[in-house]
């Protein structure tokens, strides 16, 4: 990890500490029976989302991309997941160790298909990108609707638009989706995932490729002028960025008994890019807390019933009113400055 000294890097530590007190909050109240039911199993969805938002937000707040298709990578990464613990099953016992390869093959698999997307994509900008970005993710989408794996002694099988030749049990059956048998995601993995993530992710911003893609990002032009290497930077970000997408599709796999590939549609990909927009472009810390409050949200509103989804989108519009609105930007500053001198008098009473 490199040594933070900056004041940006303090602002990253106070993030990581918070966020890990949070989140040792919640694990402790959820080891002791505290937490309802519902909010229980919200746990584990929030430590996705978090991550799919700062792997997305790297792509569009720090590389300045529009990116459509990052549920694409999330396919990937849940799938491939599926059949490699279903594979190492009977080898290992350990579900930590299981799930740490799962969430290592899944992501390995996304980024090389980040890689190779990547690859066309990144030469295109603006709505073009994300046009293409959006085709993407539709085509993974529907491939796993075509696909059929099973298992046997002989190893696995694989075919395409019909496996009714195939012989073994089935891991992936077309548009059914995956049989999840041993479902082995956990809060605390979940908690590892998110960690590791945003150190990733904070570390990458602060390098020499990080602040070669803010360049890039605020001048195209200019980078090119002094060298920069457009493509090969922003295909680091990309690849980065869908990896750790897939790293999170395994996480949100294995919660479950069974997934669908129509689960990571166009809306899922939108959802991801609504919590990144409102918590900010580029701010991990908005990401963070929108991605919490946009997941658990629709579960606290469920006693509405039929206006649940109505009161929820008010309140997203509500915040992107507020978000833009620059008096209420004003009055955020100055109840920080406030603050801030008010806890500099305590400390120097003291």
């Known amino acids: 990890m490199r040594l933070w000294k900056s004041k940006t890097s303090r602002q990253n530590l106070i993030t990581l500490a918070v966020l890990s007190i949070a989140l040792a909050v919640f694990y402790g109240l959820d080891s002791g029976g505290v937490l309802k039911r519902s909010l229980s199993g ?15 937000n790297l792509t569009v707040g720090i590389m300045g991309e529009l990116s459509l298709g990052h549920a694409g990578f999330m396919s990937i990464g849940a799938f ?40 066309p994509v990144l030469r ?23 696909l059929y794996v099973t298992i046997d002694a002989d190893g696995l099988h694989a075919a395409m638009f019909n496996g009714m030749e195939l012989s073994g049990t089935f891991i992936i059956n077309g548009p059914q989706g995956a049989s999840i048998t041993n479902r082995i995601s956990t809060f605390g993995t979940g908690i590892v995932l998110v960690m590791v993530t945003l150190v990733i992710i904070m570390n990458f911003v602060h390098s020499k490729e990080g602040r070669a893609i803010k360049a890039i990002r605020d001048n195209r032009i200019a980078a090119e002028s002094v060298g920069l290497n457009v493509t090969a930077y922003k295909m680091k970000a990309f690849v980065l960025s869908a990896a750790l997408a897939g790293a999170a599709g395994v996480l949100f796999a294995m919660n479950y008994s069974a997934i669908e590939p129509k689960k990571f549609n166009f809306n899922t990909s939108i959802s991801v890019l609504v919590m990144v927009v409102l918590g900010g472009m580029g701010n991990l810390r908005g990401s963070i807390i929108a991605a919490i409050v946009l997941t658990v949200l629709p579960e606290l509103l469920r006693g509405f019933d039929d206006y649940r989804m109505l009161i929820y989108a008010v309140v997203l ?10 008096r209420f930007q004003q009055f955020k500053i100055t109840m920080k400055e406030k603050l801030k001198k008010r806890f500099s008098r305590k400390e120097a009473a003291k």
């Open 42 to 56: 919200q746990l584990v969805p929030i430590c996705v989302y978090i991550v799919m938002a700062l792997s997305l």
């Open 80 to 119: 491939s997941g599926v059949v490699a613990v279903t594979m190492l099953g009977n080898s290992i016992d350990s579900p930590a160790l299981l799930m740490t390869l799962g969430i290592i093959i899944g992501a390995l698999l996304a980024g090389v298909a980040g890689f190779l997307i990547g690859i």
């Open 317 to 326: 519009i509500l915040f992107m009113v507020l978000g833009a609105n620059t």
């Open 124 to 146: 295109l900008r603006g709505d073009y990108l994300a046009i293409v970005t959006l085709a993407f993710g539709e085509i993974i989408k529907n491939i796993l609707n075509c």
